[in-house]
């Protein structure tokens, strides 16, 4: 496709001092390597970029025009221009260094998979409330109920550490389970659509809002491991098998300082 096929091109693109969408940033390289003249709009604020996907709908910026036509995103401008799209610049690292962190937690206090759970979900809640709007921002782009009620992406985190504490201390089981059942359900619903229904190729807000961990099957395998452990948990409460961690926790001392008073 020939360049210069696009006239009065037009590019919308979120730039705010929080967050530089790094796809907008990408179509403009791309645009300015081709010779391509183009009006760079910046959408500022979240209230811009909300306004301007509902005008148009669409789910994400940047979103490129020529003249009338809407040509898409940046992997449809490079589609047109006929080039080769970059990829996103991913990293595992923060998943990988959370996930094995709660790992060697769970070792050390021999709390086996439900102390993996509750230390993962309280490390993955403490790095989202580290920048709680930038999380949030990041996580309505894909998951469900954000898009359609705004303030659950900032009641999120606090949720997940509830849930992570829960497993922790064994206390209130019912109310643990049932959260965490509703989380990792809706949760992975989302990523599913996002990923292999929708094909949006986006960084994933579990980690934080300004992670470069993609989404998809790590995003998916966590929700699934929630939802299958809060079904668990249920289950156990409503069978009365519930044993608190906390309890499991204090018996060694106990033996101890039984010993040491003989």
Not at 154 to 171: D, H, M, N, Q, R
Request: aromatic residues 8%; negative net charge; charged residues 20%.
């Amino acid at each position: 496709m020939n360049s210069t096929t696009l006239e009065k091109v037009r590019v919308y693109r979120m730039s705010t001092p929080e967050h530089e969408c790094p796809w907008g940033l990408k179509t403009i390289n791309l645009l300015n390597d081709k010779g391509i003249e183009f009006e760079d709009n910046k959408l500022t604020s979240r209230e811009e970029v909300d306004d301007f996907k509902a005008k148009h709908h669409v789910e994400t910026t940047p979103q490129i025009f020529s003249g009338d036509e809407r040509i898409g995103g940046y992997t449809d401008l490079a589609e047109k221009l006929d080039v080769e799209a970059e990829g996103a610049d991913y990293s595992y690292t923060p998943v990988i260094a959370v996930f094995s962190s709660a790992g060697l937690m769970a070792l050390a206090t021999t709390m086996g998979l439900t102390g993996f759970m509750g230390f993962s979900l309280s490390l993955l809640a403490t790095l989202k409330l580290m920048d709680i709007e930038s999380f949030a921002e990041s996580f309505e782009k894909y998951d469900l109920i954000t898009k359609r009620i705004k303030p659950y992406g900032k009641v999120y985190p606090f949720a997940e550490l509830a849930i992570g504490l829960g497993f922790l201390s064994g206390i209130a089981p019912l109310v643990t389970g049932i959260t965490s059942l509703f989380i990792g359900v809706s949760g992975g619903i989302s990523v599913i659509k996002a990923v292999y229904i929708d094909k949006l190729a986006l960084n994933c807000a579990c980690v934080g809002g300004n992670s470069k961990a993609p989404l998809g099957i790590v995003s998916f395998t966590e929700n699934a491991i929630m939802a299958l452990m809060g079904g668990a948990l249920i289950y156990s409460a409503a069978t009365g098998e519930v044993e608190s961690a906390k309890v499991r926790e204090i018996e060694p001392a106990a033996v101890v300082q039984v010993q040491n008073d003989r």
